[in-house]
């Protein structure tokens, strides 16, 4: 089990790398052909500049500003973050493997099957022991596994019932928890190397602005912007990592109650029976 799902996940951080490595650089395409023509534009717009006013021109720069802060593209985002948005885009790409593996794993285990758990609580109220062994044994999940591994115990006694129960379920537990312990570190780390690369941008900003004779506002603003762009890039793996660590871990504590739940009928059911 070990071996297919670190396959699993190998197979599918490659895919997620790929994905956002293309995502990045269809970007860039996008950027490189909304830029042919600039040139000349930008020429006939000094032309027509030499014969306007002064405020005029200005009120053209700035339209030119404008469409220069719309014109960021994911590659170019990307670039301008540094050094430090590798080991984030690399997070990405793992914390993306994880969701997806984890996915799959949890549809085909079936942790809350609705239909079974209704059966389940019909041969609790009308059937026996006997009926809830034979279920357990035509459905292949996680959860009949579970309460079939005590039920075969049952002529031990109750305490051995509940034994097995607790540590077959403690077994699935364990591997439905495979991974989330990387995807939590995945959400938490994320956003302190996007804030260690800011820290970083900003020393580079402010080393500029040592060495520069004369301080413009632009050359304070642009270190700022790129050293800040490590941070978002940080949060933005961060937040959605945390979101599905969480969603799983509530799937895997709901499948955790439903276990205790059912096991505890079964003992009152096997009491009222041998009683």
């Not at 297919?4 to 190998?10: L, V």
């Not at 209704?118 to 034979?134: F, P």
């Not at 699935?172 to 928890?177: D, K, R």
């Not at 402010?206 to 978002?232: C, K, M, N, P, W």
Request: one cysteine or more; a negative charge.
């Amino acid at each position: 089990m070990n071996q297919s799902f670190d396959k699993s996940i190998s197979i599918i951080t490659a895919v997620s790398i790929i994905f956002l490595c293309a995502a990045a650089f269809s970007g860039r395409t996008g950027a490189c052909a909304q830029g042919v023509g600039k040139p000349e534009i930008e020429k006939t717009e000094q032309a027509v500049s030499q014969d306007v006013t002064g405020d005029a021109v200005k009120g053209n720069k700035q339209e030119i500003s404008a469409d220069d802060v719309k014109d960021v593209f994911l590659y170019d985002w990307f670039k301008r973050g540094g050094l430090f948005m590798w080991p984030v885009l690399l997070a990405a790409a793992l914390a993306m493997g994880l969701i997806i593996e984890r996915f799959l794993f949890y549809k085909k285990a079936k942790l809350k099957p609705a239909e079974f758990l209704e059966e389940i609580n019909q041969r609790l109220e009308t059937g026996s022991i006997d009926d809830i062994i034979a279920l357990c044994k035509e459905r292949e999940m996680v959860i009949s596994r579970v309460l079939l591994k005590g039920l075969n115990l049952r002529k031990l006694g109750l305490d051995h019932v509940e034994k097995g129960i607790s540590a077959a379920g403690s077994i699935e537990v364990a591997s439905l928890e495979k991974g989330l312990s990387v995807l939590s570190a995945i959400g938490n780390i994320a956003p302190l190397i996007g804030f260690l690369g800011t820290v970083s941008g900003m020393i580079t900003a402010f080393q500029s602005i040592a060495a520069a004779d004369q301080v413009s506002a632009r050359l304070v603003a642009g270190g700022i912007y790129e050293a800040l762009i490590t941070t978002e890039a940080g949060l933005i793996v961060a937040i959605p990592v945390l979101a599905f660590y969480n969603f799983f871990v509530h799937r895997i504590e709901t499948f955790v109650a439903d276990i205790e739940r059912i096991s505890s009928e079964i003992a009152e059911k096997m009491l009222g029976e041998n009683g």
